[in-house]
């Protein structure tokens, strides 16, 4: 704050007090939204899409900041700017993971589908997503984009026939698709590696590749046997995937990390993809010796953007074949990078069709959970289904989870961090600024706006103000979500001390002259109040239009520009004022952190049996997934010793960053284990962790 008043020039100051004296007279009306939206020519089209969820997972914390959850906040930031925007999403349904939980629940696939579709719409409902429309993979769109799709790649002969060796569990009678086989990856020796992707290094595994595989159905170990399959011809489609990506990267808004990832598929070389499976649930293969095979998710699920969308629309094709007038956006985590990069727009490419590929691609890092990950199985973290039941808030855990999503690095949820954000970002600086703003106006001014008569010092704070909402809205045009969260929290500090050195509660008493001050300072504070509720209806979009009611802030005031206007002038009826939100407080914190810590202590550190058994991902640390060394192995003490110095390197490097306080009590955590299992591999007994605190005397 210091350092934008610092920088602010005469010019910046007398603009800002010009912009606030137009009010309302010629700005922007908000545009009214009609079913279907549809490009418009010579208009800003933005298409969003978030990652679809897998049918049968219910989604986490993670899960939600990572893709719904973020583009939401992005969708709504473009409806407040009158852009023409459409937000798409849907369950992709089809897999062996349907097949299996059809079979544990006495169920068909599609009543499986049919009855997780709901939960998921249900848990997005209550977060407040505000998709354009919420479809699912399983029609008849989806069967003719994909085939259609597929014989053009077919006709142009980007696809190629092969023999495969797959794994097959003859205890349950089947090929099994990669996320149903686990072993040991070939790569970094993680042991709980998935058929298609260790979790650990990243890297992507063929299921055959795995150590010691296991069938996760009936544990047994498969065997391998061939089968012949279509592959996707990505050589071929290199060059032609190089060069857009060259245009891409140079014009669009790519995360560090997709950049980084997409970077380094094309630097290994990118080899033929397989694009069938040995299923009966899925879309079918339309060529001649195929027909008992499906496709593969990964070329069949990206496809569901396209369909859900011709679910929505009969003219879905002005939104996907319309690369001239279309930004599309695609929202995810990092490991849904690749085939969002390389596979889909490589099909699409391929498809020669005109299709709209994807401008700007936005990845997010992990979220974990205190200081393990996220167990629907073992009952640690917080899920879609159960946030309700905590008797929090939506608009608080968007908040917290925005506040903290995961843009550069991993972050962690932390219990005592949510406590901690609401009670002093949201209840004392936030809630606390607006509040008063309008009980000022209520109680002094009898709930009517005052005359603003304004100084120089509140000229300065209209350019301070101005300052923030323009950095806000730069950064949410780069999709910097959490950074320009900051920016309305540094306005509800500028005013809450603008309040305290002004004291309107005394001025209204004193001469005419401290009455009128106390009327100016209450007047510009309950417009900086307006303000915030429209900044904040991207991240909090209950509590913005509570404000909005409260303030009864008119509805032309609801379209963002980059100005700070006098929404609400002289004379101005405001409504009833009420307090935003609730102390947290520790005991009911604690409760919480109970509930879903599972086997973790209460103190939100995991044991160092959940440790082993559920290692963060992806992480610079030793994977901690292996048995406990034996004592005197020389390799692993080795080993061992690389990784205590290569982790507390990181925790330096974070420490000097000043990265958040969460993520370097993660990486500490880290480090100590580490030390413990180097201690027990050198027969020594571990230490216990210093107490902080002066000795008694």
């Given amino acids: 704050a210091e350092d934008t008043a610092q920088t602010l020039s005469e010019e910046d100051i007398a603009a800002a007090a010009e912009s606030w004296s137009k009010g309302l007279a010629d700005a922007p009306r908000p545009k009214q939204r009609h079913h279907p939206i549809l490009p418009i020519v010579g208009e800003k089209n933005i298409l969003i899409t978030s990652a679809l969820p897998y049918v049968n997972n219910v989604p986490h914390l993670g899960n939600i900041i990572g893709s719904v959850l973020s583009a939401d906040v992005f969708a709504r930031y473009c409806r407040l700017r009158n852009w023409n925007t459409l937000y798409i999403c849907g369950t992709d349904e089809y897999g062996t993971a349907t097949e299996t939980k059809a079979m544990e629940e006495g169920l068909t696939p599609q009543q499986i589908c049919d009855k997780y579709n709901a939960v998921h719409t249900a848990i997005y409902k209550w977060f407040d997503i505000s998709f354009d429309y919420f479809g699912r993979t399983t029609t ?6 994909a085939q259609d799709i597929f014989n053009r790649l077919l006709q142009r002969d980007f696809l190629l026939k092969d023999t495969v060796e797959q794994l097959r569990c003859e205890t349950c009678q089947r090929f099994l698709a990669d996320r149903f086989v686990e072993g040991i990856c070939p790569f970094c020796n993680y042991e709980e590696a998935r058929g298609d992707q260790c979790d650990k290094c990243g890297k992507l595994i063929n299921a055959v590749e795995l150590k010691r595989p296991q069938c996760k159905v009936c544990k047994q170990s498969p065997v391998v046997k ?9 050589p071929k489609l290199e060059e032609r995937l190089e060069k857009w ?29 397989c694009i069938t499976r040995d299923l009966k649930w899925g879309t079918p293969v339309p060529l001649e010796g195929f ?22 629309t009969d003219h879905w094709e002005k939104w996907w074949k319309n690369p001239q007038q279309v930004q599309l956006y695609n929202f995810m985590a990092k490991d849904n990078v690749p085939f969002h990069s390389v596979i889909f727009p490589s099909c699409l490419l391929g498809a020669e069709d005109n299709y709209t590929i994807v401008n700007h691609l936005v990845a997010t890092e992990y979220l974990n959970y205190e200081d393990g990950k996220f167990s629907k199985s073992r009952g640690v973290g917080v899920f879609g289904d ?5 008797g929090i808030p939506a608009d608080i855990w968007r908040f917290y989870l925005l506040y903290l999503r995961p843009e550069g690095q991993d972050s962690a949820f932390s219990w005592s961090d949510l406590m901690l954000k609401n009670n002093s970002e949201l209840l004392n600086n936030l809630g606390n600024f607006v509040n008063r703003a309008g009980m000022f106006v209520q109680k002094f001014f009898n709930g009517h ?32 979500i959490r950074d320009a969260l900051r920016c309305i929290l540094n306005i509800s500090r500028h005013g809450n001390q603008y309040i305290q050195v002004n ?3 005394k001025c209204i008493k004193g001469t005419p002259q401290e009455q009128a001050r106390a009327g100016t300072v209450t007047g510009l504070a309950v417009n900086m109040a307006a303000l915030l509720a429209v900044m904040l209806q991207p991240y909090m979009p209950s509590i913005s239009t509570v404000i909005q009611e409260q303030l009864l802030v008119p509805q032309e005031a609801s379209v963002l520009t980059s100005d700070f206007r006098c929404v609400l002038p002289e004379g101005h009826r405001i409504g009833t004022v009420s307090p935003l939100f609730q102390k947290l407080e520790n005991d009911q914190i604690e409760s919480l952190r109970k509930r879903f ?12 049996k959940q440790v082993k058994a559920e290692p963060k991902t992806p992480s610079p640390a030793a994977d901690p997934s292996k048995e406990t060394a034996k004592v005197g192995d020389p390799e692993r003490i080795k080993q061992l010793m690389q990784e205590v110095e290569k982790q507390g390197n990181h925790v330096r490097e974070l420490k000097g960053k000043k990265a958040e306080k969460s993520v370097i009590d993660t990486e500490v955590q880290k480090l100590l284990a580490l030390k413990k299992e180097l201690a027990l591999a050198e027969g020594k007994t571990p230490e216990a962790p210093a107490q902080k605190g002066k000795k008694k005397k």
């Avoid at 810590?597 to 160092?608: A, H, K, V, Y």
């Fill in 291 to 312: 027909t008992d095979k499906v496709f593969y998710v990964w070329f069949d699920a990206p496809i569901g953007y396209i369909s859900i969308t011709a679910n929505y």
């Fill in 245 to 273: 990506l060259q245009q891409s990267l140079a014009t669009g808004d790519w995360t560090s990390n997709a950049r980084f990832i997409t970077r380094s598929w094309i630097r290994d070389g990118l080899k033929p993809r």
């Fill in 449 to 480: 706006v005052p005359k603003m008569e304004l100084l120089a010092e509140d000229k300065r704070l209209l350019a301070q103000v101005t300052a923030e909402l323009r950095q806000y809205n730069q950064l949410l045009e780069k999709v910097r």
């Fill in 597 to 608: 810590g599972g086997g973790q202590q209460l103190n939100g550190d995991c044991t160092e």
């Fill in 140 to 145: 008849a769109h989806q069967t003719t984009i």
């Fill in 503 to 505: 004291e309107p509660w």
């Fill in 226 to 234: 061939s089968s012949q399959h279509l592959f996707l011809d990505l």
């Fill in 386 to 390: 159960m946030a309700k039941d905590t």
